[in-house]
């Protein structure tokens, strides 16, 4: 079993940048592909972006240029930079680890409001 604890989320004014950071409890940290997905109000849960063992990344389309996910295996942490926030991306941000299975944390908001 695999805890995920986010945390970083927050009200933010359209332009601003947040940093959104997930602790994972697992011993082989290095060996998960970690992602973040999101949801809004009323929408489905939808892909952000992944970081896999190897240190690939890939990002949802919305986000290229604006999110940045990264990982530190010693830390067994991955982060989430936010720039250029838009109202359209406000919603509830998963942290998720995948091995063999998906694991999901419980969700940070995030709000871009002016």
């Known amino acids: 079993q695999v805890q995920l604890v986010e945390s970083g989320g927050g009200l933010v004014q359209p332009g601003g940048s947040l940093r959104l950071s997930c602790a994972a409890s697992?011993?082989?940290?290095?060996?998960?592909?970690m992602g973040w997905y999101r949801q809004a109000p009323g929408k489905q849960r939808k892909f952000v972006a992944r970081?896999?063992?190897?240190?690939?990344?890939n990002y949802a389309d919305s986000v290229i240029g604006r999110f940045t996910i990264s990982r530190d295996n010693a830390k067994k942490m991955t982060h989430l930079q936010m720039d250029s926030l838009k109202p359209e991306d406000t919603a509830v941000y998963y942290c998720?680890?995948?091995?063999?299975?998906?694991?999901w944390g419980q969700g940070t908001q995030v709000t871009v409001s002016s």
């Open positions: 998720t680890a995948k091995l063999y299975r998906d694991y």
């Open positions: 697992t011993s082989i940290f290095g060996a998960y592909t």
């Open positions: 970081v896999s063992s190897d240190g690939s990344t």
